[in-house]
Every structure is written in structure tokens, then in C-alpha cells.
């Protein structure tokens, strides 16, 4: 069963930096591309960017420039780098597979003025 637990979050001020991590199971984690996600309140589940089991990085072009992912196959842990962060970041930050398997709980980004 592919289990997802996501980790990092917290309140920052506009500007700022977080470092998010998600450990994933349940798949051969070094072969498959994994993605992150943000659900911003009141909002749909939107893809922020993923990694390819080959280390090739793809960003939302909202994230593109501030964001960074990166793929650590020996602790099957994915990570999101988030530089200058803005107000419209805040939202709860999940990771998961292409394709998507379980949802895990998720991570909340609140990022304040």
C-alpha cells in the first residue's frame, strides 16, 4: 500500500524559506517519478512539481524560479526546497506518485504578511 508522510511545514513570514520532506512507501520509490501537490482553502488540489526517477525537475510556472525539488533514492524521501515565499503559498502541501496513489495527511504552509 503506497503511504505518504509529509513533513516540514510551519508559519513564515512572506519572504522566507521552508524546506519540506515526504517519505514515500509502497512502490519501488528510485523507478517512479513523485510530484508535489498544494490545496490552498476553498481551493482544488493543484500539481506545484515533480521529479522524474531520473532526477529531471518540472515546476508550476507559480513556483517556477523560487521553488526547488529533489529526490534522495536511499531514504526514499522526496524534498521542496520554497524560496520567497507568498502569501498565495499558503495551503496544505502533499506528495504522491505519477500516477497518484493514497493521499497522505499532507503538511500546512501558512505564510503571513
Known amino acids: 500500500q503506497v503511504q505518504f508522510a509529509e513533513s516540514g511545514g510551519g508559519l513564515v513570514q512572506a519572504g522566507g524559506s521552508l524546506r519540506l520532506s515526504c517519505a514515500a512507501s509502497?512502490?519501488?520509490?528510485?523507478?517512479?517519478?513523485i510530484a508535489w501537490y498544494r490545496q490552498a482553502p476553498g481551493k482544488l488540489r493543484d500539481w506545484v512539481a515533480q521529479?522524474?526517477?531520473?532526477?529531471?525537475?518540472l515546476y508550476a510556472d507559480s513556483v517556477k524560479g523560487r521553488f526547488t525539488i529533489s529526490r534522495d533514492n536511499a531514504k526514499n524521501t522526496v524534498y521542496l526546497q520554497m524560496n520567497s515565499l507568498k502569501l498565495e503559498d499558503t495551503a496544505i502541501y502533499y506528495c504522491n506518485y505519477l500516477p497518484l496513489g493514497n493521499w497522505g495527511q499532507g503538511t500546512q504552509v501558512t505564510v503571513s504578511s
Open positions: 521529479i522524474s526517477s531520473g532526477g529531471i525537475p
Open positions: 509502497g512502490r519501488t520509490f528510485s523507478i517512479n517519478t
